[in-house]
């Protein structure tokens, strides 16, 4: 389990400034969201904490290490996407344990640690079906067994229920809920939908156009929304 740390982060494409300068400080444990409109820069955000995309400016740190220059394989962090591309000619083992198939890990471990996965995302009868054989959130889940083996500090979350329907939006909410609950892990979460974000986080960061325009517990935010651009994302009706 590792803290994280944003220190005046920002990243530039060519010309363009897309993450401003963002501070901010995530604890051991927390559970964070991250909501605002398309385009400002929350995909770009998990990419740089991820090491996917380089920093322009600024500094990184996860677990009190600065990591700003390093490779992301090092970062002891694992993402998980809304489009979640299974192999689809492995099987659900094979799938979740291929991270660590190609860390090139023993064997035992690989099958404990996928054991250990199936376990908590109730994925066990499913070991050993092909991804076709599979409901839309049964593969979100074998998804989300392949960040788990890799037992990260950080779990990143870029909209990971988007393309799921309501119902298993739901059950899936639920579901990532009591994985932290279990695991106890810092996570990171994207997504456009409010009631994800009131009900799994413990503090939502606002973004606008690359910077922060609040941060706060989910009730502090709904009930003191700072502008009427906060207040359209979380705020109470009014
Ligand atoms: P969000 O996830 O909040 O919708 P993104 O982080 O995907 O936003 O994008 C933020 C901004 O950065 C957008 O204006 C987008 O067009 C731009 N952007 C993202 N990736 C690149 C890239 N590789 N090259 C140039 N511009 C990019
Ligand atoms: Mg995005």
Do not use: W
Request: aromatic residues 6%; proline residues 5%.
């Amino acid at each position: 389990m590792a803290g994280l740390s944003l220190q005046k982060v920002k990243k530039r494409f060519g010309e363009t400034e897309v993450i401003g300068g963002v501070d901010l400080d995530v604890k051991d444990g927390e559970f964070v969201v991250f909501v605002g409109p398309s385009g400002c820069g929350k995909s770009t955000l998990l990419r740089m904490i991820a090491g996917l995309e380089t920093t322009s400016d600024g500094r990184i740190e996860i677990g009190g290490r600065d990591v700003t220059g390093e490779d992301p394989a090092k970062r002891g962090i694992a993402m998980v996407f809304q489009t979640y591309a299974l192999y689809p000619h492995m099987t659900v083992a094979t799938n979740m344990g291929f991270p660590l198939e190609m860390a090139k890990r023993p064997k035992e471990e690989i099958d404990r640690k996928v054991a250990e996965a199936a376990k908590i995302l109730h994925l066990e009868p499913y070991l050993q079906r092909k991804p076709r054989e599979l409901s839309g959130g049964q593969r979100q889940r074998v998804a989300i067994g392949r960040a788990i083996v890799r037992q990260p500090g950080v779990f990143l979350f870029d909209e990971p229920l988007s393309n799921l329907d309501a119902e298993l939006r739901v059950q899936m909410r639920i579901e990532i809920a009591r994985l932290h609950q279990e695991l106890g892990t810092t996570m990171i979460y994207v997504t456009h939908d409010q009631v994800e974000a009131m009900t799994l986080a413990s503090r939502i960061v606002v973004l606008r156009a690359g910077r922060i325009e609040q941060v706060g517990a989910p009730l502090e935010l709904y009930e003191n929304p700072d502008n009427s651009f906060v207040a359209g994302f979380i705020g109470s009706p009014r």
